[in-house]
C-alpha cells in the first residue's frame, strides 16, 4: 500500500527541504506524474512539486480514453499514431481497470466514409499490433441498429465498430504519483514553486511555498524538470529566459448530460460539421460529450469559462447522428481543459501536432511540452534519459517495471466486479464504478467504511478517508473532483454529498467549523459554476 497522508504534510517538507534530489519535477499532471514513476524506478532520488491539487489542470479534463488518435493518420503522422497504440496497451498491462478495452463505432454516412474508416482503422490496428480478439468488426443494416438503436441508421447506414481504451484521467495520474512515491520519491501537493537559485549559471535549487501552511523552503536539486503543460512558459519565466518554443493552447470543452436522455450502448465517434471528431462516452450514470478544439488566448486557467456556442456546437452532432434535441438546461455539468501545444505558423490548433518536445534551456532546466494522455510513459522514459545524460546521473540499469496501484490483479474486471459484490453486496453499478476508481485497491477502501456517504448514493465513506490518508487530498474540492470522482461521473449525487463529506474530512483533517463550512460553500460554487451556461 503506497501512502500520500495529507496528516504526514510537515514530515514531506522536512524531508523536501533536507534531501540534495537528483531531479526536483515541476508539475504533477500525468506528465510529471510518469516522471517521478520512471526515475523513482531507476533508483534516482526526484521530487515532485505541484502548485495546487495533482491533476488539478488538463489532466483531469480530457476525453479520458487512451488512445492512438486515429485522426492523425489522415495528418501523415503515423509515428505518432503507432507509438500511442502501442503505448494503450503497456498502460493496460500496468493498470488494466484504469485502461479498460471499450468498443468505439464509427458511423458511416456513405459508402467512401465507410471505407475510409475501415482502411483506417485496418492500418491503426496493425501499427497497434491489435490481437485478433479485438480487431474491429462492420455492420450495416440490421446488425448496425441492433448494436446501436438510437443510431439514425438512414443517414448513417454503416459503421465500423474497433476497440479504443477507456481511463481515468486523474485517477491515472495519482496512480502514477503514488507508484513513484512506492519507489522512493517524494511528491507533494500545493507547493507552488516561485523561484529558482542557480550556482555559476546552473539551476541549483528551488523556492516552494506550501499552500496549505503557508511555510516557505528551499528543495535542493541537481536538475529539474519543467513538467507544467499549460504553465510551462510560466515556469520559464522563473527561469529568467523565455521558453525556446512557444506554446498556443487549446480549449477543450466537454458536456455531460443524464444517460436516459441519450441511452447509448457503447462509445461513439461522430464528426461535427467542420470536420472536428466529437467522442459521445456513456459512464454509469451519465453520457460527456466532446471535445472542442480552439485557441485559447488568455492566460492558462485552471477553470477556462465555458460558453453556450461551445454547448450549442457539441448538440449539433447529436442532432445529426441520433435525432436528439439537447436543450441548455439538460446539462447537468461540464468541464473545460486547456492543451498546451508546440506553435506551428499558420495552422490552426486543431491542425497541430500532438508530438512532444523536450529541451534543455542555459541554465540546465529541461522542458517536457506538448505530447498525448496516451504517450505519458515514452515522454516520461524520454525526458529521463534526456536528464540522465545531461546532468550525468547514475541510474539502476534494469529497474523492474511493476503495476501501478490497484493494477496487480488477474481475471478481467467483470470477474473482479463480482468478487466485490460477493463480499460487500451492492448493485453491480456500484461495485464496477468502485473498482475502476480503485482497482484491487477497492477491498482496501471498502475495509476503511463500506457505508454510503448520504442515503441513495453510490460514494462511501471509505473513499474519503483513503483520499486523505492514501491520496494526499488537502481540500473538499481535491476530494470530490479528483479523487472521487463525484464531480464528473455522479453529477446528480453532488448537492447530497458535500455537507456529509465536509464533516467527514473535518475530522480527519482538524478544521475549525468556520473552515469546514468555507471548504463546502467553495465546492457549492465551483459545481454551480460548472453548471451555469454563459
Known sequence: MTVLDTRQRDTTLRELQNTNFDLAIIGGGITGAGILREASLRGLSVAL????????????????????????????HFHVVREASLERKRVNELAPHLAEPQWLMLP???????????????????????????????????????????????????????????????????????????????ALNRARVSGVIKADGRLRALHVRCGVSGEEIVVNCKGAINAAG??????????????EKPLVLSKGVHIVIPHNLLPLKQMVLMVGRDNRPVFAIPRGEVVYIGTTDTRYEQPADLWPEVKRSELEYLFVPIRDYFGVELKLEDCISTWAGLRPLIAQRGKSTKEISRKDEIWISKSGLITIAGG??????????????????????????????????????????????????????????????LFRLYGSEAWDVMALNPEPVSDGVSIVTGELIWAIKQEGATTLEDIIYRRTRAAFYRPLEVAD??????????????????????????????????????
Not at 230 to 243: A, I, K, T
Not at 499 to 508: G, H, K, R
Not at 509 to 527: C, M, P, T
Request: glycine fraction near 8%; aromatic fraction near 8%; charge should be negative.
Open 372 to 433: 498525448k494522455l496516451t504517450g505519458y510513459r515514452k515522454m516520461a522514459e524520454e525526458t529521463v534519459d534526456t536528464a540522465v545524460r545531461f546532468l550525468q546521473l547514475s541510474p539502476d540499469d534494469e529497474p523492474e517495471d511493476i503495476p501501478l496501484p490497484g493494477g496487480d490483479f488477474t481475471g478481467d474486471v467483470e470477474e473482479q466486479v463480482s468478487r466485490l459484490q460477493l463480499q460487500y453486496p451492492m448493485e453491480e453499478s456500484a461495485a464496477l464504478r
Open 230 to 243: 499549460p504553465w510551462v512558459e510560466s515556469v520559464c519565466d522563473l527561469d529568467g529566459l523565455r521558453s
Open 49 to 76: 512539486l505541484e502548485a495546487e491539487d495533482f491533476a488539478s489542470g488538463t489532466s483531469s479534463k480530457s476525453t479520458k480514453l487512451v488512445h492512438g488518435g486515429i485522426r492523425y493518420l489522415a495528418m501523415g
Open 497 to 534: 454529498i458535500i455537507e456529509p463529506a465536509s464533516v467527514v474530512a473535518a475530522a480527519i483533517l482538524n478544521w475549525s467549523e468556520d473552515q469546514r463550512i468555507a471548504e463546502a460553500e467553495s465546492v457549492r460554487a465551483r459545481f454551480q459554476a460548472d453548471s451555469e451556461i454563459r
Open 108 to 186: 458511416a454516412g456513405n459508402l467512401m466514409e465507410f471505407f475510409k474508416y475501415r482502411a483506417g482503422v485496418s492500418v491503426y490496428e496493425q501499427l497497434g499490433q491489435v490481437e485478433s480478439r479485438d480487431l474491429h468488426v462492420n455492420l450495416s443494416g440490421e446488425s448496425l441498429a441492433a448494436r446501436e438503436p438510437l443510431l439514425d441508421t438512414k443517414r448513417y447506414s454503416r459503421a465500423c465498430v474497433y476497440r479504443e481504451y477507456l481511463t481515468d484521467d486523474a485517477r491515472l495520474v495519482l496512480a502514477n504519483i503514488r507508484a513513484g512515491v512506492q519507489s522512493g520519491g517524494v
